[in-house]
Structures are given as structure tokens and as C-alpha cells.
């Protein structure tokens, strides 16, 4: 029962996870496309109550007039109720949170450890695991403010930061299983996303808000510098969101995760997602004039798409023992004992499934032969080591399965 209400717990976590992600990245790919579509006001109007850019959009059968203030309208007045754009980041990171915990950290033996890499301990894995979340901030949130700021800044901000992704990535895959490694890094760099709307943008704009409602004069430009780091941090925000969101995803695929060179591959992918993430960013300004096509970010992204895909293309393999043409239940049996029993046996049932059973092996036919043969995700990590024999020998079980139930 408690491993059914942990999938139970994984599956409606991983459902809000996405809701509230999407919710997320929507409002804030929204905001970035905005503010790059932005025109200087003509209006008299417009420029009196201190509009720093406005556009038109039609949607939905109406029209928006968005306008934007670089500190607050004219004399401080808001005149509707003020939205916060902030619930979407801390839900994402809660749940997200509550996700790892519930599948790594609960299950550290299974997901998190892979002791042919590391052998350690669940208490320390699991440590290791959330430092890296923590480190990462620290030393992130150090460099945009020791260079943020200064002449070419951002492009100091951004070879730093290559540099320390790079390392963690390596280090991740040097202490954790594959599949884990890729999530801890994705991790590492949305934890730093919300930290950055949690303590900066937030913040920022609360102070903003609090000199305009407070009925005392203030100085614009002195409050001017929140805007700015708010602006700052939401930047690197939106091209943080392509290479975390591949981690995510990388998890049901173990061609990558579990490639020897993996953070290599984890990098390369990240890279490529921020390369695309910048043609995105940069067309807006592109198409009013106020910046380079921004083609060859794309082209380059996509050719190191492209490289990965040749890179990680399986290497030919030499032909096996002949197996027979039909291969019997008792034949697979020895290999689910060997390799599967572990997690799917007596003492443990994970996601539920117990494969020391022929008739729950033959009612999960479809999956095994999926998960086993032809995704080749279970076992996970390969941790009991199933040879491509043996996973040969189960499909080929699963394709006689109509012509072998007499014969099981």
C-alpha cells in the first residue's frame, strides 16, 4: 500500500508540477516577447504619465494596449488592482521540490544511487543532491553582483556561469546515477530561477511599489537600479528555461543519461536549447529593426543538435547467438529472476508491478517489452547489468507471445 500511494503522491505531484511550469514559462516567454515588441510612445498623452513603451495586440476577438513604466506612472496613481507575477514561479519550485523528494530522495537505493559510480549511502546522496541546488545559487547570485553591472558584464556573467555549469555537470555524473545526474543539474538551474524571482525581482518591485503608495516624494532613479537587476535576473531566467526543461525530459530517455561521455551530452544539449532560446529572444528585435537577424543562433543550435544525434548514433553490433524463433516463458524467467526481482519481486513492488508472477509478467507484457527492449530505461541505470542478449531473448518472448500460449 505505501508503494501505491507513493505513485499515487509521484503521479498528481509530476501533474501540478507541469500545470504550474507551464503557467510559468508561459506568463514569462510572454513578458520577454513584450518588452522586446515595445515602441516609444508618441502619444502626448502617453509621455506625460511617463509610458516608457506601449504596443497593440489583438487576441481572443479583442484588443490590449499594454504600456510599460521604467519606475511607476506619473504621480503614483494605480487605479485597478496590481497582479503579482510570482505564485507561478514558487509553485513550480514546490512542487518540484516535493517531486524529487518523493522520487529520488525517498527512493535513493533505486533512483539516485548507482553504485557503480558512486557507493554511498542514501543520507549522503540525498545531502549531496539538494547541496547542489544550494552551491549552485550561491555562487551564481556572487557572480552578477560582483560583474553584472560592470562593462561587458553580461558577457562575463555568461562565460563564468558556462564555465560552472560545465563542472557541476561533470561532478553530478561523477556522483550519481545518469538519469539522476540530468535531473540534479536541471534542478540546480530552476532552483536558481525561482531564487532569483524570491529574493531579487520580487523584492525589488515591492520597494518600487512601496515609494509610490507610501505618499512621500521619492527619488525615480534612485529606485531605477531594482528595475534594472529585476530585469537583469529575468533574463537569465528565460535562458535558463530550454536547458532545464530538456533535463526534465531527458529523464525517459536513457540513450542520453546513460551515454560514458553523459555530461558531455547534457551540455551540448543545454547550449543548444539556450542558442535556439536567443534566435526566439532577438527575432522580436529583429523584426523592428533593433537588432541583428538572429539566424545564426539558430543554425548553430540546430547543428549541434544535429552533431549529438551523430555522436550518440548506436555503434553496430555484432550479430548475436541465434535465438530460437519462439522462446518460452520458462526461457525469460531465469532473467527476470536475475534482473528484475530486485524491484519487481517478493519483498519490493515498485510502481506496484511484481514480475515473480507469470501471470503479472504476461498482463505486463506490453510494458516490459517497451520499458526492456525496445526504450531500454528498465533496469534502471541497467544497475543488475542485463545484457542485450538478454533483452533479445524477452523480446522475442513478447512477439510469440499469440503463438506460444500453449506453450509457456
Request: hydrophobic content about 50%.
Amino acid at each position: 500500500m505505501d508503494a501505491y500511494l507513493l505513485d499515487w503522491a509521484n503521479l498528481l505531484l509530476r501533474w501540478l508540477h507541469v500545470i504550474v511550469a507551464i503557467a510559468w514559462i508561459g506568463s514569462s516567454f510572454y513578458f520577454v516577447f513584450l518588452d522586446n515588441n515595445l515602441l516609444a510612445p508618441t502619444a502626448d498623452d502617453l509621455k506625460k504619465k511617463g509610458v516608457d513603451g506601449a504596443m497593440w495586440a489583438v487576441h481572443g476577438g479583442g484588443f490590449y494596449n499594454p504600456q510599460k513604466y521604467m519606475v511607476a506612472p506619473q504621480g503614483g496613481i494605480i487605479d485597478s488592482k496590481l497582479h503579482w507575477f510570482y505564485w507561478e514561479s514558487y509553485s513550480t519550485w514546490l512542487s518540484g521540490f516535493a517531486l524529487f523528494v518523493v522520487l529520488y530522495l525517498w527512493n535513493a537505493n533505486a533512483f539516485l544511487i548507482d553504485k557503480q559510480v558512486m557507493d554511498w549511502s542514501p543520507v549522503a546522496a540525498g545531502a549531496a543532491a539538494v547541496g547542489f541546488l544550494a552551491v549552485f545559487w550561491f555562487i551564481y547570485d556572487a557572480i552578477c553582483r560582483v560583474f553584472g553591472f560592470r562593462p561587458d558584464g553580461e558577457r562575463i556573467v555568461g562565460a563564468l556561469l558556462f564555465i560552472v555549469v560545465c563542472f557541476a555537470a561533470w561532478l553530478a555524473c561523477q556522483l550519481f546515477a545518469g538519469r539522476a545526474a540530468f535531473l540534479i543539474v536541471g534542478a540546480m538551474l530552476a532552483t536558481t530561477m525561482s531564487a532569483n524571482v524570491f529574493f531579487w525581482i520580487i523584492p525589488g518591485q515591492r520597494k518600487v511599489v512601496a515609494a509610490m503608495t507610501g505618499g512621500k516624494a521619492y527619488d525615480a532613479s534612485a529606485l531605477a537600479i531594482h528595475g534594472q537587476r529585476g530585469k537583469q535576473r529575468s533574463v537569465h531566467n528565460t535562458y535558463f528555461t530550454l536547458p532545464v526543461i530538456f533535463a526534465m525530459l531527458s529523464n525517459h530517455y536513457s540513450f542520453v543519461y546513460s551515454h560514458p561521455q553523459r555530461w558531455l551530452v547534457l551540455v551540448l544539449m543545454m547550449l543548444a536549447g539556450a542558442l535556439i532560446r536567443q534566435f526566439f529572444v532577438q527575432r522580436h528585435g529583429w523584426h523592428l529593426g533593433r537588432a541583428a537577424n538572429p539566424w545564426p543562433y539558430a543554425a548553430a543550435g540546430v547543428v549541434l543538435l544535429a552533431a549529438v544525434i551523430v555522436w550518440l548514433r548506436p555503434a553496430a553490433q555484432p550479430a548475436a547467438a541465434a535465438l530460437p524463433e519462439t522462446v518460452s516463458y520458462a526461457a525469460v524467467r531465469p532473467v527476470l529472476e536475475q534482473r528484475c526481482y530486485q524491484c519487481h519481486g517478493e519483498a519490493v513492488q515498485m510502481k506496484n508491478l511484481r514480475f515473480d508472477s507469470q501471470q503479472q509478467v504476461e498482463t505486463h507484457a506490453q510494458q516490459i517489452y517497451q520499458q526492456v527492449v525496445v526504450n531500454k530505461l528498465m533496469p534502471l541505470s541497467n544497475a543488475t547489468q542485463m545484457t542485450d542478449v538478454e533483452r533479445a531473448l524477452i523480446g522475442r518472448w513478447f512477439e510469440g507471445q499469440g503463438a506460444n500460449k500453449g506453450n509457456k
